[in-house]
């Protein structure tokens, strides 16, 4: 028994060893991967679905890895582990600015970029002053910029959020809570802080059909917004069943691929021409 127990140790730290080479030759990569110009950002828009048009856009995160694309979602994780977060966040939040200032200029004044702010970029010290010489260094107007932060965000110190969130109001800085409802924030954060929109998470908005208690979060949620004056969008709508739900709840906006993909810019320049013919 002995043995064996020795021998799965052993199993075991191999696979180990293994895998945080494997770890740290991606965090190499990673480091150099702003350098290179292989971090490009895409663009989904957001719908209002009131008037059908598109009032923004959501800037995601790619890594153009010579091997080929990598998701947010496998490297996002290893970016905040290694720290590597705050070059890429504070890289994403001035791209995103100079785009949207580009198509502010090129006919659309109306558009709001939306930027993902992760916890530890909202915590890092000096955001605020980031953000306002990034809005002053690239012209755009900070109206037309949004900060997606997560409830986890709220889960620190918080004087410190209702400080931070309050310098970024007052500059003219919308702020979302993104993948609400799956955190671990209580409801009266939404209360304290000033948040403009509220981006019912897509886990609720996948199981809609059929599923009623996902039908009644989600008619909670649009409800409760509605009261305090908060805007509400659904994330992750796909089917024409889900949008029908979200239009007949009176939800303000949606993002989804029942609408468009995150798409590079040419591509988003073009679904806003094609929108202008309609
Ligand atoms: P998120 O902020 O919740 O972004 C929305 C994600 O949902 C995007 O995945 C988008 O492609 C996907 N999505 C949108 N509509 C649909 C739909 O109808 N169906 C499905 N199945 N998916 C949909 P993406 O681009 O892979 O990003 C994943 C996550 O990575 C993001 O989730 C966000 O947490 C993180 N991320 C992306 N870009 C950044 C960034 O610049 N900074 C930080 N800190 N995180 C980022
Ligand atoms: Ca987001
Ligand atoms: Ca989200
Ligand atoms: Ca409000």
Redesign the pocket.
Known sequence: AKEKGGNTFQMYFREMNHRSLEQLNLENQLRKALDKNEIT??Y?PLVDLQTGSITGM?????WKHPQGMI???DF?PL??ETGL?LP??NW??RE?CIQNKKWQDAGYPDLTVS????VN?FHQPGFVKYVQQTLTETGLDPHRLCL?I?ENVAMKNVTYIMDTMNKLKQMGVQISI??FGTGYSSLSYLKRFDVDTL?I??SF??ELSGDEDNMAIVTALIAMSKQLKIKTLA????TQDQLNFLIEQGCDGI?????S??VPPEQFEELMRSQHHL
Do not use: C, H, W, Y
């Open positions: 950002l895409f989904q959501e800037a995601l995160v790619r998701s947010p979602a996002i970016a905040e977060i890429i966040g994403v939040l995103s930027v993902n702010i992760s970029q997606e997560t993104d993948d981006k998470d897509q908005i996948r994330e992750g709508v796909e993002q989804g691929f029942i609408f993909r995150p």
